[in-house]
């Protein structure tokens, strides 16, 4: 009786699940803006600029992401994980600054301005290409992290604060942008800080699914 009762609820279970896969997986189009994928390969343009709103620590974000990034931060204050926002929205103009700077730092140390540029790309995105200019994307820190002034850092992933977003930003809308082992996906190595937001339908199906954006969309199409 009790092996018949788990053949039933397994099959119970496989049937819910099916349904669940199918009812959450064709829900959106490509074209809703929780979903706009910007990477090397999808540029905003340089005029692109949301409404924004400012949350704390001067950083901003797209108005439309401000209830759920309070819900998130309150959340995670609640958990003993005080969040602090490290850098919120970026515009074309800073991300071209970013990167000037950083090739002017290459060719000081000797490179041709073709080869620093080349290398500066490898860990710099070019303007149109930062997730950051959506105004949907947020880097975090550590309350003593941002005390010390400092960038984000790897160190992030073991903190109190990396983990406890990891596991239940999908819960508000948000994910974790750029997981361990899929650079080939979004082209953009592991970062434990960089959180995106994307609603909470789709924040959950990724979580689930252990997949990227890119992916979720692709499926969607
Ligand atoms: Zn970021």
Redo the contacts with the bound molecule.
């Keep these: 009786m009790k092996k018949l009762l788990v053949v039933i609820s397994s099959i119970v279970l496989a049937i819910t699940g099916t349904f669940w896969l199918t009812a959450t997986g064709t829900v959106h189009a490509a074209s809703n803006w929780k979903l706009k994928v910007v990477n090397v390969n999808h540029h905003l343009s340089a005029t692109y600029v949301p409404d924004l709103k400012t949350v704390d620590n001067n950083q901003q974000l797209d108005t439309r992401v401000i209830k759920s990034y309070e819900q998130l931060t309150a959340a995670a204050q609640k958990a003993g994980a005080t969040l602090v926002a490290g ?1 919120g929205y970026r515009s074309y103009e800073h991300q071209k600054e970013v990167l000037a700077r950083n090739i002017q730092q290459r060719e000081a140390k000797g490179m041709t301005y073709a080869q620093a540029k080349k290398d500066a790309l490898k860990t710099v995105n070019s303007p149109g290409s930062s ?2 200019q959506t105004g949907l ?3 975090f820190l550590t309350p003593s992290e941002a005390q010390a002034g400092s960038d ?1 850092t790897q160190a992030f992933a073991k903190t109190k604060q990396g983990k406890w977003l990891a596991k239940n930003s999908w819960k508000y809308g948000w994910i974790l ?1 750029y997981p361990k082992g899929k650079k080939s996906s979004t082209h953009i190595s592991y ?1 434990s ?2 959180f995106r937001y994307v609603g909470k339908r789709a924040a959950s199906y990724i979580y689930h699914h252990h997949l990227t954006l890119e992916q979720y969309v692709a499926q969607q199409k």
Excluded: K, N
């Design positions: 850098s997730e950051h994307a947020m880097d984000v942008r970062e800080w960089h």
